[in-house]
T-cell receptor
């Protein structure tokens, strides 16, 4: 069974600074997707970024980027130029690729606080 | 695009009554929807996978007779909490995958807060 681990229950960062959230996962599959979702106080889950395991290049979305280390099964999220609106719970998630109805496996989440 | 709605956003009910929560994909057809439960300050726990036109697949430990799921159309899935009790109070979230989009990400509804008195 796949597992996703987020070892940082809480993180804080000064506004405009950079922060990195950690995520590791365990799987025997070779092809899969990894995601970072954001859950703000409204509790609406929002996709932040996606990484396909078959791609070596790390995904980037504006101020958000990942460091995907497939051999180490590590998938960290870097937020640059942190903004107050980035304050939220961040969940790392895993999904096998070739199964249409495949479920997401979530980590336990990291609560990110932005210090003005 | 890829918007998922839920109704109601908040419901309070008396113990012993049943509550129905709707999940709709507004701008795409979803053959598969997912139902999650989230306790305060915890992660999302998958309850079941809802497949259009067939029975839902429940995760281990989830009572299928208590949490009835119906996926009667390509844009609507419903979760009915039967004979609700205070321990069923939680935040329920649905999600759906748009099969016409690459990437396999799931799009989430805004959630429903259930309080059972």
């Amino acid at each position: 069974a796949q597992t996703v681990t987020q070892s940082q229950p809480e993180m804080s960062v000064q506004e405009a600074e950079t922060v990195t959230l950690s995520c590791t996962y365990d799987t025997s599959e070779s092809d899969y997707y990894l995601f970072w979702y954001k859950q703000p106080p409204s509790r609406q889950m929002i996709l932040v970024i996606r990484q396909e395991a078959y791609k070596q290049q790390n995904a980037t979305e504006n101020r958000f980027s990942v460091n995907f280390q497939k051999a180490a099964k590590s998938f960290s999220l870097k937020i640059s130029d942190s903004q107050l609106g980035d304050a939220a719970m961040y969940f790392c998630a895993y999904r096998r690729r070739y199964f249409g109805n495949e479920k997401l496996t979530f980590g336990t989440g990291t609560r990110l606080t932005i210090i003005p | 695009g890829a918007v998922v709605s839920q109704h109601p956003s908040w419901v309070i009910c008396k113990s012993g009554t049943s509550v129905k929560i709707e999940c709709r994909s507004l701008d795409f057809q979803a053959t598969t929807m997912f139902w999650y439960r989230q306790f305060p300050k915890q992660s999302l726990m998958l309850m079941a996978t809802s497949n259009e036109g067939s029975k839902a697949t429940y995760e281990q430990g989830v009572e299928k007779d208590k949490f009835l799921i119906n996926h009667a159309s390509l844009t609507l899935s419903t979760l009915t909490v039967t004979s609700a009790h205070p321990e069923d109070s939680s935040f329920y979230i649905c999600s759906a995958r748009d099969p016409n989009r690459a990437g396999y990400e799931q799009f989430f509804g805004p959630g429903t807060r259930l309080t059972v008195l």
